[in-house]
């Protein structure tokens, strides 16, 4: 069958299987692999990509049923060659390890900032605790999204500088 | 997750599936062929169900389904989408009942402050459900479709006295909670049916709780009770429900809520209908414990679950208006 979605920004439409999943759609037919594929039960959420704006586990998502749909993966977050300020805190704040949950945690911290700029430690720990990493102990992963928090990209797409940051 | 995917790898061993393969010919687990189709209305989804038969299946979330077709536990050749069906997806007040759509997100359940205010046993059980992202795609018609015995809404639908509405050939019919679940994984919905609609009576006074035992976030309960009260005017218990999750009691905790009802609350009551409701379950020793343990979480949960709704009685405001 065929499917037609928007995939960070662009239209695309391929010839799917009615049985692929969305995160092998997204992998292997568009080659986009920047969205890991790992327990495959929906539990980790390193698969996580934005659909119309939130949060989906797309091991747990067919892509027929996506079509008509948004999507925005990892590859989709840098702006014109701006790294989004989630990404720019996973750097600032040590925010990932072996980097393997990276791509879903940032999408979800992502979505968390959108509709709720300024969340407080445990609402960021709640947006994320339906994904698991290994590495960090999650503790650099919240200051990794405070630090987006505290640095909203501006018009331009660049994170702006804190008052602290100016002034020194 | 290791369990899932030596079954994986038994199935794959045996049915070769060229085309689910990953590169380098490692297996990956995909549900085996089927063919798909979007419904865009509720009679549009009652005539593809009629036309593909027994092997057809609705999909909302698909967070039960998918797996159970991963595992080749569920294998549908027809899946009907019902994901756009928006006149499913809707949270109102109708007089004196609160309408839920079927395909209400359990997100949207947890987003909304009207439940929140008139069930805060529902917000107590959504935020126990599964994890935030699944809660995104989840729904309460799915949740109790899929009927597992460990499910969070079944029981806060019994507490509740909710109603379920079907939909089928002949029109729409109503059937109570608790001859909706038949049992694990089975319900009053039939093949050619689809759920629409959850309606909770609201009743002025109620207070209501839920709380659950779990191993982790976002895991099955362990055990997890619900409880709904309502006082009279002299301060004694006019009304309760009591029911239990995972502990292997189907429907209420009759005998524990008769010991209350007429009575004034206190904790040597509660505890009378904790042993009563800990008496009235049957749970299995399984991975998430023995059965002394489960015994104590239904004794104490539902202890803990009747003061918290005594203490929210009486706090609800009046209804303006979903």
């Given at each position: 069958?065929?499917?037609?979605?928007?995939?960070?920004?662009?239209?695309?439409?391929?010839?799917?299987?009615?049985?692929?999943?969305?995160?092998?759609?997204?992998?292997?037919?568009?080659?986009?692999?920047?969205?890991?594929?790992?327990?495959?039960?929906?539990?980790?959420?390193?698969?996580?990509?934005?659909?119309?704006?939130e949060?989906?586990k797309s091991?747990?998502?067919?892509a027929?049923?996506?079509?008509?749909?948004?999507?925005?993966?990892?590859?989709?977050?840098?702006?014109?060659?701006?790294?989004?300020?989630?990404?720019?805190?996973?750097?600032?704040?040590h925010?990932?390890?072996?980097?393997?949950?990276t791509p879903?945690?940032?999408?979800?911290?992502?979505a968390?900032?959108?509709?709720?700029?300024?969340?407080?430690?445990g609402?960021?720990?709640?947006a994320?605790?339906?994904?698991i990493?290994?590495?960090?102990?999650?503790?650099?992963?919240?200051?990794s999204?405070?630090?987006a928090?505290?640095?909203?990209?501006?018009?331009?797409?660049?994170?702006?500088?804190?008052?602290?940051?100016?002034?020194a | 997750?290791?369990?899932?995917?030596?079954?994986?790898?038994?199935?794959?061993?045996?049915?070769p599936?060229?085309?689910?393969?990953?590169?380098?010919?490692?297996?990956?687990?995909?549900?085996?062929?089927?063919?798909?189709?979007?419904?865009?209305?509720?009679?549009?989804?009652?005539?593809?169900l009629?036309?593909?038969?027994?092997e057809?299946?609705?999909?909302?979330?698909g967070?039960?389904?998918?797996?159970?077709?991963?595992?080749?536990?569920?294998?549908?050749?027809?899946?009907i989408?019902?994901?756009?069906?928006a006149?499913?997806?809707?949270?109102?007040?109708?007089?004196?009942?609160?309408?839920?759509?079927?395909?209400?997100?359990?997100?949207?359940?947890?987003?909304?402050?009207?439940?929140?205010?008139?069930?805060?046993i529902?917000?107590?059980?959504?935020?126990?459900?599964?994890?935030?992202?699944v809660?995104?795609?989840?729904?309460?018609?799915?949740?109790?479709?899929?009927?597992d015995?460990?499910?969070?809404l079944?029981?806060?639908?019994d507490?509740?006295?909710?109603?379920?509405y079907?939909?089928?050939?002949?029109?729409e019919?109503?059937?109570?909670?608790?001859?909706?679940?038949?049992?694990?994984?089975?319900?009053?919905?039939?093949?050619h049916e689809?759920?629409?609609?959850?309606?909770?009576?609201i009743?002025?006074?109620?207070?209501?709780a839920?709380?659950?035992?779990?191993?982790?976030?976002?895991?099955?309960?362990v055990?997890?009770?619900g409880?709904a009260?309502?006082?009279a005017?002299?301060?004694?218990?006019?009304d309760?429900?009591i029911?239990?999750?995972?502990?292997?009691?189907e429907g209420?905790?009759?005998?524990a809520a008769?010991?209350?009802r007429?009575?004034?609350?206190?904790?040597?009551?509660?505890?009378?209908?904790?042993?009563?409701?800990?008496?009235?379950?049957?749970?299995?020793?399984?991975?998430?414990g023995?059965?002394?343990?489960?015994?104590?979480?239904?004794?104490?949960?539902?202890?803990?679950?009747?003061?918290?709704a005594?203490?929210?009685a009486?706090?609800?405001?009046?209804?303006s208006?979903?």
């Amino acid at each position: 069958m065929q499917v037609t979605m928007t995939v960070n920004g662009t239209e695309v439409t391929r010839d799917v299987e009615p049985r692929q999943l969305l995160v092998h759609f997204l992998r292997e037919t568009l080659g986009l692999t920047g969205t890991h594929w790992g327990c495959d039960t929906s539990n980790c959420g390193t698969c996580v990509v934005l659909v119309d704006g939130e949060p989906v586990k797309s091991c747990t998502a067919l892509a027929a049923m996506t079509a008509g749909h948004e999507v925005r993966t990892v590859e989709g977050m840098a702006q014109n060659g701006t790294l989004d300020p989630v990404q720019q805190g996973f750097m600032e704040e040590h925010g990932l390890q072996c980097g393997f949950c990276t791509p879903g945690m940032m999408l979800t911290a992502r979505a968390l900032l959108d509709r709720n700029p300024h969340p407080d430690d445990g609402e960021i720990r709640e947006a994320i605790s339906g994904q698991i990493c290994r590495c960090t102990g999650y503790a650099t992963i919240v200051r990794s999204v405070q630090w987006a928090a505290a640095h909203p990209a501006t018009p331009t797409g660049d994170p702006m500088p804190t008052e602290q940051e100016v002034t020194a | 997750m290791l369990t899932v995917t030596l079954v994986t790898d038994k199935v794959q061993s045996t049915r070769p599936q060229h085309r689910g393969r990953r590169r380098g010919g490692l297996p990956v687990q995909v549900p085996a062929p089927f063919e798909y189709v979007r419904a865009t209305s509720v009679a549009d989804a009652l005539e593809l169900l009629e036309r593909h038969g027994e092997e057809a299946r609705l999909i909302a979330g698909g967070h039960s389904l998918l797996p159970m077709m991963k595992l080749r536990l569920a294998r549908p050749e027809w899946l009907i989408d019902i994901n756009d069906l928006a006149e499913l997806r809707h949270i109102t007040v109708d007089g004196d009942r609160l309408r839920v759509g079927a395909l209400t997100r359990h997100a949207d359940l947890l987003g909304s402050d009207v439940v929140g205010r008139l069930f805060p046993i529902v917000h107590d059980a959504e935020r126990v459900i599964a994890d935030p992202v699944v809660r995104n795609r989840g729904t309460i018609g799915g949740s109790l479709g899929q009927a597992d015995p460990a499910e969070d809404l079944t029981t806060v639908c019994d507490v509740l006295r909710a109603e379920v509405y079907i939909a089928g050939r002949d029109g729409e019919r109503t059937v109570d909670i608790h001859r909706f679940h038949r049992g694990p994984y089975e319900t009053a919905c039939q093949q050619h049916e689809v759920l629409t609609e959850v309606r909770f009576p609201i009743v002025a006074g109620q207070g209501s709780a839920y709380e659950k035992v779990e191993r982790r976030v976002g895991d099955w309960a362990v055990g997890a009770a619900g409880a709904a009260i309502v006082l009279a005017d002299d301060g004694t218990i006019a009304d309760v429900t009591i029911g239990l999750t995972a502990l292997g009691l189907e429907g209420l905790a009759v005998e524990a809520a008769e010991v209350l009802r007429g009575q004034r609350p206190s904790d040597e009551l509660f505890a009378d209908a904790g042993r009563l409701a800990a008496e009235a379950s049957s749970p299995i020793e399984d991975q998430r414990g023995p059965v002394d343990y489960k015994r104590h979480l239904a004794d104490e949960l539902t202890r803990r679950v009747l003061r918290t709704a005594v203490a929210r009685a009486g706090a609800l405001s009046p209804v303006s208006g979903g």
